[in-house]
Nanobody
Framework: QVQLVESGGGLVQAGGSLRLSCAASGLTFSSYGMEMGWFRQTPGKEREFVTALRWTGSTYYAGSVEGRFTISRDNAKNTVYLQMNSLKPEDTAVYYC??????????????????WGQGTQVTVSS
């Protein structure tokens, strides 16, 4: 049974940093074909793409977080991280990690991900 568990959310002032973690069981992030994503959602809005990490090590970012956020993984711990720097109030959202084993559909497509974590709240105060 696949399980993704996020942690690391919280309250931070604008300009601050947070690191989110997503620990997986039942799958291996570095396995051939696996792709990991971070998404975020605010009330009343659709879940939006933040970043993705392919099994090859390739990374992809939404324009709104490029240069501020970094996705990485620790293969030994089977954990993916999202380092968030220079946080802005508009980054406030529930952040979800997700995993999929396909890449024929854009990594931004939420419907293409097979597994999701429960989400962790990130609040950035101004």
């Amino acid at each position: 049974q696949v399980q993704l568990v996020e942690s690391g959310g919280g309250l931070v002032q604008a300009g601050g940093s947070l690191r989110l973690s997503c620990a997986a069981s039942g799958l291996t992030f570095s396995s051939y074909g696996m792709e990991m994503g971070w998404f975020r959602q605010t009330p009343g809005k659709e879940r939006e793409f933040v970043t993705a990490l392919r099994w090859t090590g390739s990374t992809y970012y939404a324009g709104s977080v490029e240069g501020r956020f970094t996705i990485s993984r620790d293969n030994a711990k089977n954990t993916v991280y999202l380092q968030m720097n220079s946080l802005k109030p508009e980054d406030t959202a529930v952040y979800y990690c997700a995993a999929r084993s396909r890449w024929d559909v854009s990594y931004t497509d939420t419907h293409s991900y097979d597994y999701w974590g429960q989400g962790t709240q990130v609040t950035v105060s101004s």
